[in-house]
């Protein structure tokens, strides 16, 4: 009675009252994508795995970054992170420590991806166990494909296990991902080296052939001395890091790229007492390698000399003594891709019993078949050639050599093999499920057969900032330098569960709802159904746009 005198009260209910229909606009849940799975080539959807990994359901975080990515481990260890240098909180106390979570993920994540049953369920060989002749294999897996992966080699890893040293990627970590992979019954056959006629003729045999040999030929400088003892190519040394020159005094490691860093750090443990300088035409401060491995070699003793390049070795009785290098400079054009060398005045001799050259390595062209162009191959987007059934993937045809990128150009491989088995249209279907403007492409969208979006990006201005309060990153330990010089251990340590879960916890989870419900509380017009997804009933909704306002996460819009 009280109450009715103060407000009025309506005795049956209102729900009759459709007031939707008083406002043209509505508001709609429509997740985006966020920046750092559009920057990640693999499509890895962040938000959704950093979700779980904050509430410390690692089996479902993994189980999520399953679905695009088949090397968490190695990529948690290894990976630029793209990821992280596009996170929306980099604009506030630092980026989230994407990487170290995606290791703890599969670090204390437990699952197996499931083989799919295949409508068409072809033979596919695939050529090489690099990252992307794996990623190619696993996702023909899933799609209930039977896969044949060759490799030369011993054991499978590509240059996962003969290029990258132990001290950044364990040979354990490794194995413990192509463990995994085995649950698709893929048959890998090693020590099985593949030429050019022996390609071609496995397409009697499978459906389709998917080269992923690799860049293993090392550039050479072309300069005089190369064939005295003594001289070392990076590749080739560090998958069997040689020995031959007993204990030299001096080390020169010519090239700054990240090759060039492993081939340096690897020297330091083999050889604790040696001086080893590396030097590049670059200035210092202008490495191409990654600042964080330039910077561990330096904490290493590694020097670092920028401005020189090599004009001749020099040697006596067969043995290389010395390096005479030239002032230089360098002059980059990054929107033409070119890169010019100019000398400048300035000579010197350098002493070294031992030099590794590592400037760069090309695909063995000799083992391609013939009538691909050597040199530049054209393929499509995913992969294919001008041969009948002949697809190319990772290093042979990326531009950029990084695991990520090998990662993602196997799974557009192996969806552009399915989808030409099924007499599909590559193009128009990869275009569907393409994440943001990248080269990514979305497994799971594939899967689901999925029309959603994935075009839109959660922008930061979208963020509702006074939701997260202030937590600067935890950037995990290292091994100590002094200890490093003797010993192949794992340099960074990994998050404990709690850190991890601590790290993922700061993620804005930029264009996913994750039901915080602060819309439907704010509801004037209690218009926003819970559900998976959440929607807005357009009988109640009358266009305030305060749900617009509160969701922290760029999710609902007005239309
Ligand atoms: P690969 O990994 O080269 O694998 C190719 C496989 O094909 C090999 O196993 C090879 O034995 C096999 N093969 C070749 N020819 C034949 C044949 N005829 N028959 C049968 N098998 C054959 N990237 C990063 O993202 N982070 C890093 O930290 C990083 N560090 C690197 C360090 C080093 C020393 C090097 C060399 C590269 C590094 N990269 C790094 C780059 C990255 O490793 C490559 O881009 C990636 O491995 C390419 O994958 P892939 O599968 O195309 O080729």
Redesign the pocket.
């Known amino acids: 009675m009280e109450l009715e005198a103060l407000i009025p009260v309506s005795r049956i209910s209102t729900e009759g009252f459709r007031t939707g229909q008083w406002s043209p606009r509505k508001a709609y849940h429509s997740e985006k994508v966020s920046p750092c799975r559009e920057a990640c080539p693999a499509g890895s959807d962040i938000p959704e795995f950093m979700c779980f990994a904050a509430e410390g359901r690692f089996d479902e975080a993994l189980k999520e970054i399953l679905h695009e990515n088949p090397l968490p481990g190695v990529c948690g260890r ?3 992170h793209p990821c992280q240098d596009h996170c929306n909180r980099s604009n506030l106390e630092g980026a989230v420590q994407i990487r170290e979570v995606e290791r703890a993920v599969a670090e204390y994540g437990r699952g197996l991806p499931q083989r799919g049953e295949g409508k068409v369920g072809g033979r596919i060989a695939v ?7 794996l990623s190619a294999a696993y996702f023909l897996g899933r799609l209930g494909h039977r896969v044949t992966v ?4 011993k054991e499978l ?4 296990r ?3 040293p132990e001290y ?1 990627l364990p040979k354990g970590v490794l194995q413990k991902e192509i463990e995994r992979l085995k649950a698709l019954e893929i048959d890998f056959v090693t020590s ?4 050019r006629e022996t390609i071609l003729s496995l397409r009697q045999d499978f459906d389709a052939v998917i080269l ?5 030929s090392p550039r050479r400088l072309g300069i005089r001395g190369e064939e005295l003892q003594g001289v070392f190519y ?2 080739p040394w ?1 998958s069997s890091p040689s020995t031959a020159t007993t204990d030299p005094r001096r080390i020169v490691v010519i090239g700054g790229g ?2 060039a860093v ?1 081939v340096a750090r690897v020297s330091r443990r083999l050889y604790p007492e040696a001086r080893i300088v590396m030097v590049a035409p670059e200035r210092e401060g202008e490495f191409p390698a ?1 600042p964080e491995g330039l910077l561990e070699a330096a904490e290493e003793g590694i020097e670092i000399e920028g401005g020189w390049r090599p004009l001749e070795f020099l040697g006596e009785g067969g043995r290389l003594k010395g390096i005479r290098f030239r002032r230089c400079e360098v002059h980059r054009d990054p929107d033409a891709g070119t890169y010019r060398i100019t000398d400048l005045e300035g000579e010197r001799i350098e002493e070294a019993q031992m030099v590794i050259v590592s400037i760069g ?1 090309v695909p ?1 062209w000799e ?1 391609l078949p013939q009538g691909l162009k050597q040199g530049h191959i054209e393929t499509t987007p995913w992969g294919e050639t001008a041969i009948k059934g002949l697809f190319l ?4 045809v ?1 531009r950029k ?6 990662i993602s150009s196997g799974k557009r491989t192996a969806l552009g093999v399915h989808l030409r088995l099924l007499g599909d249209d590559p193009q128009k279907v990869l275009s569907e499920v393409k994440i943001g403007g990248g080269r990514a492409v979305s497994f799971k969208a594939f899967l689901k057969g999925t029309s959603k979006r994935l075009d839109r990006i959660a922008e930061f201005s979208e963020v509702s900032r006074y939701l997260f309060p202030e937590c600067p990153p935890i950037r995990p330990g290292k091994l100590d330098p002094g200890e490093r010089k003797f010993s192949f251990r794992e340099v960074k340590f990994g998050l404990g569960k709690e850190e991890a879960s601590h790290e993922a916890g700061r993620c804005f989870n930029c264009g996913k709802c994750t039901g915080c419900d602060l819309c439907f509380f704010l509801c004037p017009d209690l218009a926003i159904l819970k559900g998976d997804p959440y929607s807005v009933n357009p009988d109640y909704c009358k266009g305030c746009g305060i749900c617009v306002e509160a969701c922290p996460r760029d999710v609902v819009e007005m239309r």
Do not use: K, M
């Open positions: 290894v990976c630029p050529v090489g166990s690099g990252p992307a002749g060759f490799e030369r080699q890893g590509g240059v996962l003969y290029g990258i950044r099985t080296p593949l030429h992923a040999t690799g860049a293993w990076g590749l560090l990240d090759v492993d990654i390595q063995e083992v993937a990772g290093d042979l990326n050599a990084a695991v990520v990128e090998a």
